[in-house]
């Protein structure tokens, strides 16, 4: 057995496939854990203003690769739009589906209760009957009864207008239960480094969270991270409409990586680019690959958050992180104890020992020289 409670300042791609990793212990934590559901919904939410769909356009069907346990399948729900979900992990699709029928249960007890809408129109009737009632019991003079006459027409036009507000508002009421008692979602057992089984063009977008840095890992002997990412980038270029985005959130482990992602990206067909939130924090840096396919109507690389503004001055930007990296730099080797002045004469004892030519030792050992002009 793996031991999975090991150190997890180590990457878990690191530590067992992903089918073992995320077994029924790793689904509970994120079925429980808040912390893990509010990371996984703010980076969904994110992903999703990366899509940029369109506001005012009717529900589209977005692919969810690598889906969990259905946290960002339940952000894309709350945005009105359908989504079907692949995971390798049988145990993580449980707890989503689990999660759906919870919902889904919800809504069904709340139709039962709305089904017992109030009859506006004997509301309306009966109103009417106890107004008729108070004005046979009382006996008028003609002058006022044709003066309650012109009164009742008012009423009865006020009447009809509050009557039909009142059937307008249980009409939106009726309307916004339909729209939001259904689960639009349905769940796959798959694995996305073997393609994905739909047919052309029937997704208008399509998201992915904490995944694609898994197939970058061969964890089987027929495996090639290459071959994986190329198999995926092909079979997601076909099943996307045209001008449809997709964005991959996920944690690359070395330059390499991203090198050999974005690689095979474009030349699948993909256009498009990385985007970095936060790139100066070492905890908020998110790493965002966002791809068109095709030319759509708007195909410009959004900007990352937290980014910092470039001003006009650019050579004072690229001074300002030169000297950044700099200072960086010689409080790491202080802190080693590199580049001090006990350090630079064991070096050089060290040398002299070697037989090789070293220079004479005088008061200027060791010292920091002065910043230049």
């Known amino acids: 057995q793996l031991n999975l409670n090991c150190n997890m300042s180590k990457r878990p791609e ?3 496939p992903p089918e073992i990793f995320y077994g029924a212990e790793e689904a509970q934590k994120y079925a429980k854990s808040t912390r893990m559901i509010q990371i996984q919904t703010q980076m969904s939410e994110r992903a999703i203003e990366l899509l940029n ?15 969990g346990s259905g946290l960002s399948g339940n952000v894309i729900e709350k945005k009105g739009h359908y989504w079907i979900g692949l995971d390798i992990s049988s145990h993580m ?39 008729k009632k ?78 694609l840095q898994w197939l970058c890992q061969a964890d089987k002997k027929n495996h090639v991270p290459k071959k994986r990412l190329m198999t995926l980038f092909q079979t997601l270029y076909g099943c996307l409409n045209r001008g ?20 095979c990206a474009m030349r699948c067909g993909f256009t498009g680019g990385l985007v970095v939130d936060y ?37 004072q930007i690229s001074f300002i992180e030169r000297t950044r990296q700099k200072h960086k730099r010689y409080r790491k080797n202080k802190k080693n104890g590199k580049k001090t002045k006990d350090w630079i ?23 920091k020289r002065p910043m230049g002009f």
Do not use: W
């Open 345 to 367: 004469l064991k070096k050089k004892q060290r040398a002299a020992h070697q037989g090789k030519k070293v220079r004479r030792d005088s008061k200027y050992t060791g010292r």
């Open 134 to 211: 108070e004005k046979n019991n009382n006996d008028e003079e003609e002058e006022e009864e044709e003066e309650e006459e012109e009164e009742e027409i008012e009423m009865e036009e006020d009447g009809e207008e509050e009557k039909n507000s009142m059937m307008i508002q249980q009409q939106l009421l009726l309307d916004q239960s339909e729209n939001n008692n259904k689960s639009f979602s349905d769940l796959l057992l798959s694995d996305i480094g073997e393609g994905l089984p739909f047919r052309a063009g029937c997704f208008d977008g399509a998201i992915s969270i904490s995944a």
């Open 279 to 315: 790139p100066h924090s070492a905890k908020a840096k998110k790493y965002f690959l966002v791809l068109f396919a095709g030319i759509g109507l708007s195909y410009q690389l959004p900007k990352g958050l937290g980014t910092t503004e470039v001003s006009e001055n650019n050579n």
């Open 244 to 263: 449809a985005r997709c964005v991959f959130q996920f944690y690359p482990e070395t330059p390499q990586h991203m090198e050999l992602v974005t690689s």
């Open 14 to 16: 690191h530590l067992a």
């Open 53 to 67: 769909l369109p506001v005012d356009s009717p529900p589209l069907l977005l692919l969810d690769l690598g889906c």
């Open 93 to 131: 699709l449980d707890i989503a589906r689990e999660r759906n029928n919870e919902i889904e249960d919800y809504f069904e007890d709340e139709e039962d209760e709305e089904e017992n809408f109030v009859d506006f129109d004997e509301i309306y009737k009966n109103k009417k009957r106890k107004e």
